[in-house]
């Protein structure tokens, strides 16, 4: 009777599992996730699923596959699921407010568990949010740019100023910096930083990028200042670009950069020995640093489109003359020259077609022309 009523559970378990809406992690999208939270009723995948055992007040899990769910437990999440309990825990999310995916680092993803299900950030409307009011001020640790140090300094955002300043004494009158926040970037860069709560801040200045690596001990601190700058660039913009839709300005606040690593690249005359650099491309500009850290790019180069004469290709000329280390080489073709690089492994070569494909494929926006402008007037 019992190993019936057993069967039973599971038949019924692999039932609401199946359902579409739970084909896929209620917290970052991965799909087919194999636990669940039984007192949230949400299906999770299995990084997910360490996170919400970090809040066992709030959330218990269990392996869909290895644990035994009782009939009480199968029915919850029969009635629950992860459409529903969407709709309760993010029914008013900002829409600056990043979600992660399962492609997120940590901290991301963590403090994104804990806004929804311990903080209850987004159940009602109106919420005053700690990233919400237009202006943020507070301690970050950041990198010197010449010793490598870490040190505090205030750092202020304000969406009244339309900028972001930081100030390397308290009481200082006068910032180091003051940054205007249409040209600001940021984006998680744990591994780089060589702190979990590692975040990137670049910037343009007189149409050059510029570095500023900065932590904060508390992961839900770091990330507050993460949505705060995308909420003061979303209104920023929002007043820039009065016809846009809410979603095209927020495909323009912070991203990822699309590619990171180290390749070796040679000069314009193709026969100089090739030199190893780290490179970040960053959509359109693809920037070269002597080390990951450094505050400044040592050269940029302009990745434009198809229909403009940019391409990349497989390999090296035949006539480049340079002595490289790294064999798998690759081309960016640009009306006016060409660049050569090689990287370490075909996987890394491979990696890098793929991305600056995937950029020469997307046709070029008005602000992007102008920016080409600026780099064939630079050269």
Same mark, same amino acid.
């Given at each position: ?9 599971? *038949? ?5 599992w ?7 992690c209620?917290?970052?999208g ?13 299906f ?32 919850f ?12 825990y993010?029914a ?5 407010y ?14 994104w ?5 311990e903080?209850k950030e ?6 005053? !949010? ?9 301690i $970050?640790?950041?990198r010197?740019?010449? #010793? ?7 750092f202020v !955002? ?5 900028? $972001?300043?930081y ?13 205007k ?10 591994v780089k930083?060589? #702190?979990p709560?590692? $975040? ?11 570095n ?12 507050d ?5 995308r909420?003061?660039q979303?209104?920023?913009l *929002? ?11 927020? #495909?323009? !606040? ?20 090739f030199k190893?650099?780290w ?6 500009r !693809?920037?070269?640093?002597?080390d990951?850290l450094?505050?400044f790019a040592?050269?940029e ?20 003359q340079g002595?490289f ?18 990287c ?10 793929a ?5 020469? #494929? ?11 402008a600026?780099f064939k007037?630079?050269?």
């Open positions: 009777m019992m190993a019936g009523g057993h069967e039973r559970s599971m *038949k019924a378990l692999r039932e609401v199946r359902r579409a809406e739970n084909s896929s209620a917290d970052c991965k799909p087919d996730p194999d636990w669940a939270s039984s007192t949230l009723g949400v999770i995948c299995l990084s997910c699923s360490g996170i919400h055992r970090n809040i066992p007040s709030i959330s218990k899990v269990k392996s869909l596959k290895m644990d035994h769910w009782d009939d009480a437990q199968v029915q999440l029969a009635k629950h699921g992860n459409a529903v309990t969407k709709a309760t993010e008013h999310i900002p829409i600056y990043y979600q992660p995916t399962y492609n997120d680092c940590q901290v991301l993803r963590e403090q568990i804990r806004a929804k299900y903080r987004f159940t009602e409307p109106g919420k005053q !949010l700690p990233y919400s009011d237009g202006v943020k001020e507070g $970050l640790w950041k010197g740019r010449d #010793n490598g140090q870490f040190l505090p300094r205030k !955002l304000s969406e009244r100023e339309g900028c $972001l300043k100030f390397t004494k308290q009481d200082a009158k006068e910032p180091k910096l003051n940054v926040i249409d040209v600001i970037n940021a984006t998680f860069q744990p930083i060589g #702190n709560n590692g $975040l990137q801040i670049t910037y343009l200045k007189d149409n050059k990028t510029r500023i690596f900065v932590y904060h001990e508390s992961g839900k601190e770091v990330v200042w993460f949505n705060a700058i909420s003061v979303f209104h920023y *929002k007043v820039a670009f009065p016809i846009a839709s809410d979603n095209e300005i927020k #495909n323009r !606040l912070t991203r990822n950069f699309l590619k990171e690593g180290y390749m070796e690249k040679t000069g314009p005359k193709q026969r100089e020995a190893k650099r490179f970040t491309l960053d959509h359109r !693809l920037m070269y640093f002597k990951p450094d505050a040592k050269g180069v302009f990745v434009g489109s198809k229909e403009n004469g940019y391409s990349v290709q497989k390999g090296l000329p035949s006539g480049a002595n280390s790294w064999h798998y080489g690759l081309t960016i073709v640009t009306p006016d020259r060409e660049y050569l690089f090689t370490e492994t075909e996987t890394d070569q491979l990696d890098w077609i991305a600056f494909t995937s950029v020469i #494929n997307q046709a070029m926006t008005p602000q992007e022309y102008a920016i080409e600026y007037f630079k050269s």
